[in-house]
């Protein structure tokens, strides 16, 4: 079983960045694609971003279109999000997660592996 272990969140104030980290374990890494999702209290876990295998096809939700970027590295084993222009409304617990597959998909559904989530806090 792969262990993903994500890093990186914080408290920012409105407009600022942060770039979070997302660490796997194994070997097989770069046969899966990955992706990025978070959840605020009361709320749904929501889809954010995916980046398949190889990297050259990644996905965004609507609302982080030209502020945040999904990247890996699978030399290091690692995926990594740049949030830039953070809203108040970014604020959640953010988690990485493994696709079944190669290719990405936009329900946590066909993601079968999960980190522990790090926290996301803009302030305004």
């Known amino acids: 079983q792969v262990q993903l272990v994500e890093s990186g969140g914080g408290l920012v104030q409105a407009g600022g960045s942060l770039r979070l980290a997302c660490a796997a374990s194994?070997?097989?890494?770069?046969?899966?694609?990955m992706g990025w999702f978070r959840q605020s209290p009361g709320k749904e876990r929501e889809f954010v971003a995916a980046?398949?295998?190889?990297?050259?096809?990644?996905s965004y939700t609507d609302s982080v279109k030209g502020r945040f970027s999904i990247s890996r590295d699978n030399a290091k084993n690692t995926v990594y999000l740049q949030m830039n222009s953070l809203k108040p409304e970014d604020t959640a617990v953010y988690y990485c997660?493994?696709?079944?597959?190669?290719?990405?998909?936009?329900?946590?559904?066909?993601?079968?592996?999960w980190g522990q989530g790090t926290q996301v806090t803009v302030s305004s």
């Open positions: 997660a493994r696709s079944r597959y190669g290719t990405y998909y936009y329900s946590y559904e066909e993601y079968n592996s």
């Open positions: 194994g070997r097989t890494f770069s046969n899966y694609a």
């Open positions: 980046i398949d295998r190889s990297g050259g096809s990644i």
